[in-house]
């Protein structure tokens, strides 16, 4: 049995479509399958959970989609396939795996299920990546413009606006073990895959797999190299910033007064973010 977990309002409601072709496209194989609909927050992680130990549960979603059926699958034998449904669809890009649905189900179903690292933040699982700063901003300029246009257009919309508007903060971290730092940072980010905002390079050398995370802290940019950053952003080359520290680790602490977190695409309010790897956490077919 194969147990497909789909948000039907993922990628401005193209979710419940890919989910019944996917369906279809699996009983036309003679494989038997439970489509098991969302019908809102957390949902998708007790209908993984629910599933028996050592069957494939689909994701059929976006970026958020995906981290809730992974929460449910954690600990066990389950492995999880993608179908990517959303707009950013982030991770994917990270593990290699086709962005056309069907594409993506045919893949699934002949690799194997490869023992891949996860994230945790102050104890919630994410999957991408965790960050304050620029990438917050930018969610949130891409929130308002979604009313108005979809597909990457919000995402643009949203660098382009943040890029002008977001001001540099005070941020104190820690990495591993060692001493504490504080400066004025551009963005920080916790990286386990390699892109943000529906393609933004943040973490180009990450990797799911090497146990580690990709730490990327940019210092404050000068108004006058904000368009020449963003064109090095745009064509993924952020490590080659003067003002980028990368660092990779198994741990990191950052802080900052009314901080804000980027987690998987949802922002979520913490003064303190305690992030660490899970290595060899899941079980996903790429």
Not at 178 to 201: L, M, P, S
């Amino acid at each position: 049995m194969i147990y497909a977990v789909c948000n039907p309002a993922a990628g401005s409601g193209r979710g419940r479509k890919i989910g019944l072709q996917v369906e279809d496209a699996l009983r036309k194989m003679g494989k038997t399958c439970a489509l098991l609909m969302t019908e809102g927050p957390g949902h998708a992680t007790q209908l993984a959970a629910q599933a028996p130990d050592g069957e494939m549960v689909l994701s059929i979603g976006g970026d958020g989609t995906a981290l809730e059926v992974a929460n449910g699958l954690l600990g066990s034998r389950k492995t999880l396939g993608i179908i990517p449904a959303g707009t950013g669809n982030d991770f994917i890009k990270t593990l290699g795996l086709p962005d056309d649905p069907m594409e993506a189900l045919d893949y699934a179903l002949s690799h194997p299920a490869l023992a891949t690292d996860a994230g945790e933040i102050n104890g919630r699982l994410f999957l991408n990546e965790a960050g304050a700063g620029f990438d917050v901003a930018v969610l949130d300029y891409a929130a308002r413009a979604k009313k108005h246009c979809r597909g990457l257009l919000p995402y643009l919309y949203g660098v382009l606006r943040a890029l002008f508007r977001f001001r540099s903060f005070p941020l104190a971290y820690q990495v591993d073990d060692g001493g504490w730092v504080t400066r004025n940072v551009f963005v920080v980010g916790a990286a386990n895959g390699g892109t943000i905002g529906g393609g933004i390079v943040i973490a180009p050398e990450a990797e799911a797999d090497d146990g580690l995370l990709d730490v990327v802290i940019v210092d404050e940019v000068k108004k006058s190299r904000l368009p020449l950053r963003l064109l090095g952003l745009l064509r993924g080359q952020i490590l080659d910033f003067p003002e980028t520290t990368y660092l990779r680790a198994r741990s990191v602490v950052f802080s900052a007064p009314d901080m804000r977190v980027n987690v998987d695409g949802e922002i979520v309010p913490m003064p303190e973010a305690a992030v660490r790897i899970l290595p060899k956490a899941l079980l996903i077919h790429r």
